[in-house]
């Protein structure tokens, strides 16, 4: 009935080709009572056709009829899926919108932990770099006041 994979014009073309084609077998039904009661025309200016004819017109005007109610509820009925479907695409642009905002502010957010990352990491190879001046001074005073004991050792051992 409604293939979703197609346009809404796609679907409709069928609907719209019965509707023209009704309208065709109308007129043409029409122009053939027209032409046959124009050889059979009285000075009355009245037209007689025979119960055949009558009840073939009848029966067109009723298959007519059928093909056109039809196509209304036909009509109607996509008419219903197009407004339900405008109601879910706008709920899901809305839900995009929403989802779009969600990720800029979270990209924001991700900006800022990598600057501050950045910053932290600086931060720490500062410190880094002071403590392992601290450590080589702490060792170079060390080894100073192991040579400074051991001379005063010595030196003292020798007196």
Request: aromatic share 6%.
């Amino acid at each position: 009935m409604w293939d979703k994979s197609k346009s809404i014009w796609e679907n409709l073309f069928p609907f719209v080709v019965g509707i023209l084609v009704s309208l065709v077998l109308f007129a043409f039904s029409c122009f053939v009572c027209s032409v046959s009661s124009a050889a059979t025309l009285e000075d009355k200016g009245t037209y007689q056709i025979t119960g055949r004819q009558l009840r073939v017109l009848d029966s067109n005007l009723k298959k007519l009829k059928d093909i056109n109610e039809l196509q209304q509820s036909r009509l109607n009925e996509q008419q219903s899926q197009i407004t339900q479907l405008n109601e879910k695409l706008a709920r899901a642009e809305k839900s995009l919108e929403e989802s779009n905002e969600a990720l800029t502010t979270a990209d924001g957010a991700l900006t800022k932990a990598q600057d501050s990352l950045t910053s932290a990491n600086k931060s720490l190879m500062k410190l880094s770099k002071e403590e392992k001046r601290t450590r080589l001074r702490i060792k170079r005073q060390r080894n100073t006041f192991i040579v400074v004991s051991s001379l005063l050792l010595i030196s003292y051992l020798k007196k």
